[in-house]
C-alpha cells in the first residue's frame, strides 16, 4: 500500500501533470485511473474488478470533460446573450438594415443609380442622342411601434417637389389589411406597380401613359391566398399646387396559381379622375426611351373636367418563360359641348431566360419581384442571369377633335443580371408607324442600354 | 481500509459520475464524502468528527460550486468584454442612432413627413382647397471628437438651396455655453424656436412674421437654473445672394418653475437687421393654414434700410393644462424720407390634455418639446394622447403709408398623439375679419388636418 | 496512515476550502500537498522524496491554474467568436461605416459643410461681400459583393440634376485596376482631382477652369509602385439635355519618391472634347472666391466644334513643406472660318506646416490626401495643425478674336486644422490686374474664410 502510494505519486506527478495541460480539472481522474493499477497490482482488487472500474473512471472522465464543458458552454451563451441582448440585427449584405431584436423597430437605408445611354436613328423625328442618369434615389424606410410603416425616397434628377417619391406611413396592425396615407403609387396597371428596378424592359410600355402613378391621398390594401384588392382616394400630384382635382382607382388581381416557377395571373383596374377647378388634362409619351424628351404622340392640354380609366391585365410564368400584356383605355370628359373622346393601348410581351432563371412574383401585392441569379457573375466561375425578351405596344391619342397620334413599336430585349443587386439591359426599338400628331409618319430606330445598381 | 476503498471506488464510479455531469470538477468532493462514510464505517473517526467534516465538505463543496461558477462566469464577463466592446451603442427605438461606448462620437439620421389637407370656405379670398406635403425632410446629425455636433437637415419641399435648414457645427467644450456657426436660428420667439413637430397648432401664429427663423451666422447660447441667453451675428439667408444685409438677434429667457408638470416662462426678444444694398424688406403672412400660397395681409416689398423687432414671451403649465402668448413689434427705417413704421402682432392660446399629459418644457433652451403620451395607442388598448386648443392671434401690417392689411383670427384644434412619434391634428380657423390691403373685409373659414411622422 | 488521513482531512476542509474559493478545481492538489506532508511526516516518504514531489506538485498546481484557465479562456473565447460572428464592424470614429466581418459589404454614411464668408474691397469689379454655404452634401457608398463599389453624392447648394456629384459603379475585381461607370471626375489636373476638402486654398486656381471635373461616362484607372494612368470616354454634363458631345481624358502621373513625408510627383493630363450638336463652348472663372458670382475673365459663348486640353503637374513634399504647380492650356477650334484659339493659365504654391505635419499623399491615384494634424485641438491641450500657404495663378482667356481676359493673382492662406475632420481657413487674395475682357484694371481685393466639417 505504501509503495503503491509512492508509485501512483510519481506517475501522478509525472504523467499527470502533462495530462493537466489539455484537461486540467481531470488530474482527480488520472489519479483515480493510477490508483486502480496500484490497488490491481498489490491484489486489493482483481483483473476483473479493474477492467470495470478502469471502463467506469474512463467513461467518467469523457462525461466529466464533455459536461464541464457544456457546462462552460452555457455560461458562455448566457453572458454572450446577455452582453449582446441590447444589440439590434444589422443587415449588410444585399442592403443596409438595422431592427430591434423584438422586429418592433426597424432602419433601412437604400438608393439606385440608373445610367442610359441611347442612340436614335431619326428620320423626322429630333430624338437627340446622348446619356443621361435615368434615376438616381435615396431612401430612408422603417418600422416603428411594430404596425407603423414609414418611408421617404427622393429622385435626386429632379426639382423639388417633383423628386418627391414615396413619402408615406402605412399602418400594418390589420394583416392582411394595410393602410397607407401620404405620397405613393395608386393600385393601377400590373406594369406601373412593379417597381421600375424590376421591368423587363428599360422603359414601361406605351399604354403606360394613362396609369397614374403617384398622388397625395389615402388607401387601403389587402390580400388573400389567390387575390389581392386595392383602393383609396387620391388628391392631386406633391408638385401641383391644389386644386388639381383627386381620383378615386381600384385594381384587383387574381393569381389561381403562384408556384416559384409558375404563375397565372389576372388583372382589372379602374380609375375616375377629376381634373380640378383647372379643367384640362393632357395625355403624351415617349417612344420607349427617356433620353429624349420628345414625345412622338401628345395631345396637348385640352379641355376636361374629368376621366375615367379602366384596364386588364394578363400575366404568367412557366419555368424560365414569362409572358405579360395589358390593355388601357381612357374615357374623357370634355368640359362644355365637345364631345367625349376614348383614347386607347396595349401591349403584349414575353421573355425567356437562357440561364434557367424564372420570373418571381409577389402575390401579396400581385406584383413582379426581382430577378435573382442562380449563379451570381463573378470572372471564370458564374454568368449572372441572360434574359432575351420582347415585346409589341400601342397606343391610340386620337379621336374625335383630337389628333394626339396612334404609335405602334416592337422592342428586343438583352438583360444581364450579374447579381440581385446590378443589371445590365440592352433595348433595340423600332417604332412601326406613327399617325397622325407632330409626327406623322416617324419611324425612328432606337438602341438604348442601361446600367442599374440599387441596394 | 482495503475493503472501505473497494467501496469508496464503487460508489464514487457509480453515483460521482452522475454527479459529475451536472458539477464535473467537484466529483473530488464527493469522493471525500464517500471516504468520509467509509472512515466513520470502519471507526477511524467517530460519529461526530463525521458529522462535523461532513458539514464543512457540504458547505466546501457549495462553496467551490460557488465560487467556480463565479470564477467561470468572470473570465466569460471579461471577454464578452473584450470581445464587444469596439461595438458601439445602437439606438432603433424611437430614432435610429449609433454611438461609440465613450460617447465621444455619435451619428443619427432623422426624418419628418407631414401631410396636410385644407378646405377653405372662400368669400373673396381666393383661397384653393387641396392636399400638400407640408414638410418631407431627412437629416444627418452627429457628434465628433466629443465637443463638436454637427447638423445638416433638407427640406425636399423646396428648391435649393432653400431646402438646407440646420446646417451647422457647435462646439459644447464650454459647458454650458455652446457656440455655433453655420445655417441656424437666430434666437427669436418662443413659437419660432420650438421645433415644428412639437406645436400646439398645426402653424405659428400670425405674429411668427416677425421671428428672423433661420439665416447664415454664428451664434453662442448658455443657460442656469432658472434661465438661457443667446445671441449671436447672422447674415443673409442662406437662399439669397450676397450683400443681403446682415442681424443681430437675442433672446433671454426666465423659468423660475420647471418641475415636470408645472412651468412658468418668461422671455424677451430683440433682433437688429440691416437689409443690405438692396435696402428693400416686405412682411406677408398666410392665414395659420399652408396649403394656400395667398397671403391675407401683406406690406409688399417696400424701401428699407434696416429695421427693429422686439418681443415678449409668457407661458406655462400646471398639469393638463397650458398657455402660451407672445407680442411682436417690428420698427421699419424706411429708407430716404419716408416715415417709420411700427408692425406688429399677438396671440394666446391654451390647451388642454384631455388624457392627463403636460407639456414637456425644456429649460436649457427655454422652448417646448415633444409630448409623450401616457399610453401610446393600439387598438383596443392604450389610445394615446388627446389634446384641445384655442388661439386667438392678430397681426397689423398697416402703418403710415404702408397698407398691408390688418387680421385676426381663433382657432380650434384638436391633436392626437398615437405615440411619441405619430400625431393627427385637426384645426378649424375663423379669420375673425381682414382689414386693409389686398383682401378688406376678407372673412374665409378653414379646416385643415395634419398626419405627422418623425423618427 | 489513519491519524494521517485525519489531519489531512481537516486540515484539507479548513485550508482547502479557503483555497477553493480562489482556485476551486485545485482543492484536490492541495490534498496531494497535505497528503505529501501527512506521508513524510509518519515516514512513508523520505525528506529528500517529500521536497521533490512538493515542487512537482507545486509546479503542477502552477501549470495546472494557468492551463485550466487558458482552456476556459479558449473556451470563452471561441464561443463569444460564434455568438458575434455575424455582427458587422461598425465605425464610428471619423466616419459612420459598417462592413461585414469578410469585407465583402460595406456601407459608409458621409457628409460635408463648407460655411464661407468672403469681404470684397472693389475698384470697378461688382463683388459682393457675403456669406454663404459653399457646399452642403451627403453621400452613401457601399461596397457590394466584394468587388463592386457604388457611391452616391449630392450637392444640396444646386438644383437638380445639377447637385448630382459621384453617382457611380465601380468594378474593382482585377486589382490594382478599377472600372467606373457613371457619373464622375475625367481624369484631368492634380489640383481638380485631389478632394475639394484637402485642397491648401479655398478655391482652385484660376488654370482649373480647363479641367472637365464630372461627366457621364466611363472610365478606367490603375497604377503601379510608382505610377498612375486613367483615360475613359464621357458624353455630356449630368445636367445637361443631349447632344452635348463627348470627351476623351487621359492622366499619367509618376512619382519616383512617395515615403511618408517625401513626395515628388510629376503629371501630364490631355483631353479632347467634341463640343456636340450645339458647337459653342465658354471659358469664364471666378477670382478664387465663390461668394461672388462675378468673373473678371470671361470669353463668353462662342462657337467652337471642339477643343484640346494638355496639361502638366508638378509637386512635392519634403517633411513640412510642399510645393505644387500646374500650367495648363486648350486649343480652341472654332467652328467655320474663325481661327482657333489657344488659353492658358498656370499656378505655383508652397506651404509650410507650422507644427510640422507632413502632407500626405495618395500614391494610388496620384493625388493629396487629408492632413492628419499631430496633436487635435483641444482647450489647453493639443493646438491642431497650423499651416502657412501662398501661391501666385495666371489665367490668359484672350487671343484672336476672343477677348475674354488675362488675370493674375496671389494669394496668402492660413489653415487651421483643429482635428482630421474640422478645420478653418482664411484667404488674402490680391488680383495684380486683369488685362482686357470686361473688367479691364480691375484690381479688388478679397479677404475670405472657411468653416469645414465633412465625415
Known sequence: MIHSLKTLLWTLLVAGSAALISAPALAANDAMLKLLEELRDNGTISEEQ??????????????????EQEAVKEQVKEQVEEATKDLPEISTDGKFEVASKDGNWRWRFGGRIQVDGAYYDNDNSELASGVEIRRARLNMQGTIYKVWDLKFEYEF????????????????????????????????????????????????????????????????????????????????????????????????????????????????????????????????QRPESHVTDVRLVDTGTFDASSFTNAGAELAGAYGPW??????????????????NVYFWGWYTQGSWFLTGESRPYNFSSGIWENV????????????????????????????QDID?????????????????????????IKVLDVKGGSFNDAKPFIAQMRAQVFW
Chains 1, 2, 3 share one sequence.
Not at 435573382?372 to 379621336?399: M, T
Request: proline letters at 6%; charged letters at 25%.
Open 404 to 428: 394626339g397620334g396612334k404609335q405602334d413599336d416592337v422592342t428586343l430585349g438583352l438583360n444581364w443580371y450579374l447579381n440581385p443587386n446590378i443589371r445590365f439591359m440592352w433595348n433595340l
Open 50 to 67: 479493474y477492467e470495470k472500474l478502469n471502463d467506469a473512471a474512463l467513461a467518467e472522465e469523457e462525461r466529466g470533460t464533455a459536461s
Open 157 to 284: 434628377t429632379e426639382s423639388p417637389p417633383d423628386g418627391i417619391r414615396d413619402a408615406y406611413i402605412r399602418y400594418t396592425g390589420f394583416k392582411p389589411t394595410s393602410l397607407t396615407l401620404g405620397n405613393f403609387k395608386e393600385p393601377f396597371s400590373l406594369e406601373q406597380m412593379t417597381r421600375d428596378l424590376y421591368l423587363t424592359f428599360m422603359e414601361r410600355a406605351l399604354p403606360d401613359v394613362f396609369a397614374p402613378s403617384r398622388f397625395l391621398g389615402a388607401g387601403v390594401h389587402t390580400y388573400g391566398e389567390t387575390w389581392t384588392a386595392a383602393t383609396g382616394f387620391f388628391g392631386n400630384n406633391v408638385a401641383e399646387d391644389a386644386p388639381e382635382g383627386y381620383g378615386i382607382p381600384a385594381r384587383v388581381t387574381f393569381a389561381p396559381v403562384h408556384e416559384e416557377t409558375r404563375v397565372a395571373h389576372l388583372g382589372a383596374n379602374f380609375q375616375w379622375r377629376s381634373t380640378g377647378d383647372d379643367k384640362v388634362t393632357r395625355f403624351r
Open 322 to 339: 414569362s409572358v405579360q400584356g395589358e390593355y388601357i383605355g381612357t374615357w374623357v370628359d370634355q368640359a362644355g359641348s365637345d364631345p
Open 372 to 399: 435573382k441569379p442562380k449563379q451570381n457573375f463573378s470572372w471564370g466561375d458564374g454568368w449572372g442571369a441572360w434574359e432575351a425578351a420582347f415585346r409589341y405596344s400601342y397606343l391610340d391619342l386620337s379621336d
